[in-house]
């Protein structure tokens, strides 16, 4: 039983959670960062199950990722498939939920879920602070990681 979780991420917070998620997995694991690594696969033929996971940003996943889940949607909807995001806006995770990734992911899915988000202001350029210290009215750094619903999202993986 092989995974793939295709991710990617601009502040480090999607990282950060592709690796917890790892390591609740059971059998073998492989991560591709879609940002950073450009080269993405022929096919998916040696996995059976693939999770792909994406910051919000402006309530859209980022680029890469919904190119990769264009690209790759054939063989992804034979796939166990997990979808997961994380984001700051609770309010509106499930609707963020809903309106990204193509439908047909969304009908076959394992699991979806929002893990939550995290701040980082040293990593922001100057539109993304005053974005969100006007928007979401917060001038710190914030960690809001929600370990809890990654180890449910393993958990019915593992039990797929
Ligand atoms: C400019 C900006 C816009 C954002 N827009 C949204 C949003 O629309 N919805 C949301 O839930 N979170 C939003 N966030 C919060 C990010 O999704 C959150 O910080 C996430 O953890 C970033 O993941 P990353 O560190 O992997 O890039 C935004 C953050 C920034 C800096």
Request: glycine share 6%; aromatic share 8%; charged share 30%.
């Amino acid at each position: 039983m092989k995974t793939l979780i295709a991710f990617s991420s601009k502040h480090g917070c999607t990282v950060r959670c592709a690796n917890m998620l790892e390591k609740q997995l059971d059998g073998e694991v492989d991560k591709l960062n879609l940002g950073i690594n450009k080269n993405w696969p022929d096919n998916l033929e040696e996995y059976d199950k693939v999770i792909l996971g994406s910051p919000i940003y402006e309530g859209s996943i980022v680029r890469e990722v919904n190119q990769f889940s264009k690209d790759y949607l054939d063989e992804l909807k034979q796939k166990g498939i997990g979808l997961f995001i994380c984001g700051m806006r609770e309010d509106r995770m499930e609707q963020q939920l809903d309106t990204n990734f193509p439908s047909e992911l969304h009908e076959t899915a394992i699991v979806r879920e929002y893990f939550g988000g995290a701040f980082r202001f040293k990593t922001m350029n100057m539109l993304e602070r005053s974005i969100v210290r006007y928007g979401a009215k917060v001038d710190k750094d914030v960690s809001a990681i929600r370990e809890d619903k990654i180890q449910d999202f393993a958990d019915k993986m593992n039990a797929s």
